[in-house]
């Protein structure tokens, strides 16, 4: 399978945007770690703005910056969102609420609890009616993710956003599924190449070592969310080099993506 | 797009485990539907809950345990499926053999017991709860893949009430685009209080018998079920994927667009993919859930398309509405209806809502049937369409 891409987008820590995070990534600006500030989606209405979730705020995050730097309209991009657990603030809240008399779950808090949640305040906020996909591959989102965004790119010819997120869950859950940090990581994909292409991506099945981070503090990073599991693919790109990276895609293999730089036009 | 063979698929939900119960509990008009109590719902409503398949895993599957994997691990042993599996293992790489399961909760119902076991000083979990095995929303689709023994791309597909129509979609791009060879596909969902209590919030849950398009209709019934399918381009099955459609409403994340225009985009881009016209289609499986919203919406989307005269009909009267697994269960309804020569008429529907003006079914019919729409919407405005045929 091979994609143009067009745009990258996170969200991080100390890592706030593809512009800041690209300066690091290549190794001009040092990494300070620290959690992602507050964020309110510039593409929700005010009302959804001050309502949103902080699942549904770094998804955004992620994916408004990488619309930021694509030629393509955000309504006219299909979109794959890709998350191992999605809300499970949202799962603990509903899951004490009904070990109390009564059992009062908010409907708010159910219509949010949907994996697709995001997926569907992102289609409402942009006005996107193009096919979406929502998908869960545990600590394998990343990958799993990108092989169907890369599918429906090929095989669908859509110009397709991708975006992958999760963050901690609250006490208890967290002693059972410590995702470290709240990330989000966003990639802008097209079928053909347009006048932001800067790179293809080639994707397939591998026995191969996962690639790890370039420095200790990176690799924590890596290894604290599903969604920064694309720290080494995302180095690859900062630094502009072609070259190949292995990412997670079970507990015994994994994605090879090819990345493979061309002359902006 | 090319038509996909279906090789083999089964099918459990509240009227039973495997395709003869379904075929008879359709042709007799009996409703899997039941005011039966489960776990301590204190809910007045009726249940499409699945008997004999709530037993302790086997020791192998341990790890795996909750509700969700025990009704998918049931589901499979039906309609000689497993044998059907054996024979995709005999042809290809285990590696070559992708999985796509949709699901809406996947084993939450096991949190929610975790959660009255919580340490009342530390508020801790039980030992017994692992997250990854149950509750997280992957857990379905890698223990379907680890029970069959199979290592290709494995992925849960969670849009709500559309999530396991989609798997057909995805898994035909994923063996066009050569990452796998053949595919299992499949929905599992299964009964808990998040569901029953969160839809109830909502005022959707009616305590009333499900009855699509009825004028009095009340809401939906809460079913579970667990469906599956071989789709490999290389059989020579009787049932094909002739095509799909995705599409997003972009409206609201809980209402349908009152005009139906997500659902008909849907069902024309699943016409456009599959090279048919609407006179082609002999019957569609409606999304039906029995709510005001949906089958207003839904009976506009049909009428726009195929006019008042489309034979129609939800069989969520029978089996209610089994959320993530929808998709499936429903494609093999459209599959038994095509094999059988068989149009459900509109279970539990009395006096048909007059501002539906869609060919909804107030009677059987026994007809040729060769071509089966499906329609299956979901929350955050994921809608889904598939058309499965008979092969030629």
Known sequence: ?265 | MTPLPISAYTVTSALGAGRDAHWNALRSGQSGLRKSQFDTNTLDCWLGEVAGFNTPLPPALAQWECRNNRLALFALQQDAFMNAVAQLKARYAADRIGVFIGTSTSGVQHTELAYRERDPATQALPDWFQHRYSQNIFSIADFVGHVLGFTGPTLAISTACSSSAKVFASARRAIAAGTCDAAIVGGVDSLCLTTLYGFNSLQLVSADICRPADAARGGISIGEAAGFAIVDPNAKGSMQLLGYGETSDAYHMSSPDPEGQGAVASMRAALKSAQLAPEQVDYINLHGTGTMANDSSEGRAISTLFGNDKPCSSTKGWTGHTLGAAGIVEAAIAMLCIEHGFLPRSLNTRTKDPAIEAGVLMEDRHAPVRVVMSNSFGFGGSNCTLLLGSAA
């Open chain 1, 1 to 265: 399978m091979s994609v143009w891409l067009e745009s990258v987008g996170i969200a991080a820590p100390g890592l706030i945007s593809w512009n800041a995070a690209r300066e690091v990534l290549r190794g001009t600006q040092p990494y300070a770690r620290s959690d992602v500030p507050p964020y309110a989606p510039s593409l929700l209405p005010p009302n959804e703005r001050r309502r949103a979730t902080p699942t549904v705020r770094i998804a955004f995050q992620a994916a408004e910056d990488a619309v930021q730097g694509s030629s393509i309209a955000a309504a006219e991009l299909a979109t794959v969102f890709a998350s191992s657990d999605a809300d499970l603030n949202i799962i603990h809240r509903i899951s004490h609420a009904l070990t109390q008399t009564p059992r009062l779950v908010s409907p708010t808090d159910f219509h949010n609890s949907v994996h697709n949640a995001a997926a569907g305040y992102w289609s409402i906020a942009v006005g996107a009616r193009a096919p979406s996909s929502t998908i869960s591959a545990y600590d394998f989102s990343f990958a799993a993710g990108l092989a169907e965004a890369c599918t429906l790119v090929e095989i669908e010819q859509l110009n397709t956003l991708l975006v992958a997120f999760d963050l901690p869950p609250p006490q208890p859950l967290y002693a059972k599924r410590p995702i470290a940090c709240t990330a989000g990581v966003a990639l802008v994909l097209t079928p053909t190449r347009t006048a932001k292409s800067f790179a293809q991506l080639s994707c397939a099945p591998s026995r191969e070592s996962i690639t790890t981070a370039s420095t200790p503090a990176l690799e924590e990073l890596r290894r604290g969310n599903p969604a920064t599991a694309a720290l080494p693919l995302l180095e690859k790109i900062a630094v502009g080099l072609s070259g190949r990276v292995v990412l997670p895609r079970s507990d015994d293999a994994g994605l090879a993506v090819e990345v493979s730089f061309v002359e902006a036009r």
